[in-house]
């Protein structure tokens, strides 16, 4: 580091003194990186993504870190968040947590060769997503390469009538699911799905091996490991895009799904908590500070989704957008003031 650098944070690295800059160990917001999709739309507009009317993006990557991808998810490479502007401009979240060290790292478990542990996406769908189903412990412990893929949806907005498909129907049992699914085109399993109608300010948490599909006129907030395998269930009658009915055959739990959380009128609430990753939501006022906890040195992310936000922390301020996505460093977490620029919806998840 600069010898010259009179602001900063100290950690024991291999028993060294380092000095990490203020101006590195600071709040960063990410480029998203935007998909399409043969369900998508255009609504991710409203929250300030460059998406052209009539356009079918339907995911925006807004914190990813991921060596490869699936061809059916990600396009089959590298997925890989840049820093949006300031000191790191251009410079991958790898490289940035590299540049943080211990302190803005914490007690994060990292992934392999450094990883940051979270996918963070907005996903908007114009049709309904393919009934899907991503590996079970058991699956991906026998398949090097599947991974487990537990993922919460915080709902933003919801067209009227609109659902989403979680897990199969109290009753269910493998072989009725099957027969279904073997029959004709599949279409079938719909009717043996839990259809539970979409409401904005509810997440439903979807452990690895739920079966599911993301209803159409759904725009949500996606949290979830970083991992894109996906087996195609049942695709709507689309032509052209490969089914997985073995895969998925292995995969899916045919036991009750967990039920949905709701974010309070006032005040803060935790949506999401898995043994992989925390989110909370709150609904705050204009100038009003964020009040989540910050009890674990865990980097923080920050998804101003009804808000512009403003953080502020003992080096400087940045306004993060709405729409965009912020990381906070372990070691500001407790003492940055995430403070809302206007009324509105702010969602912070971390990693375990």
Known sequence: MNSQVTRGLELADNDAMTVVSSDVLAPVILTPILMHKVWGGDRLRRFGKDVAPGATIGESWEVADMQATSASGGGGGAAQSVVAGGPMSGQTLRHVMKQWGNV?????????????????????AREHLSVQVHPSAAYAAAHPGAHLKTECWMILDAEPGSVIFKGVKPGVTRERFEAALRQGDGAGVVELMQAIPAVAGECHTLPSGTV???????????????????????????????????QSMECI??????????????????????????MEGERVSAGVAWSGRCDEPLPRVVMAVGTGVELKWDGGTVRVPRGATAVIPAALVATTKVSAVEGGIVLSAQPK
């Open 253 to 278: 739990e045919f036991a009750p799904s967990q039920g949905a959380r709701v974010l309070p009128k006032l005040g803060a609430g935790v949506l999401s908590d898995t043994e992989y990753f925390r």
């Open 104 to 124: 803005g790292v914490g007690r994060m478990r990292v992934g392999v060769d450094g990883a940051f542990p979270m996918l963070v996406k907005f996903l908007d």
């Open 212 to 246: 599911h599909a993301l209803g159409a006129g759904v725009l949500v907030a996606e949290v979830q490991t970083p991992s894109d395998t996906t087996f195609r269930v049942y695709d709507w009658g689309r032509k052209g895009r490969e089914l997985h009915i073995q």
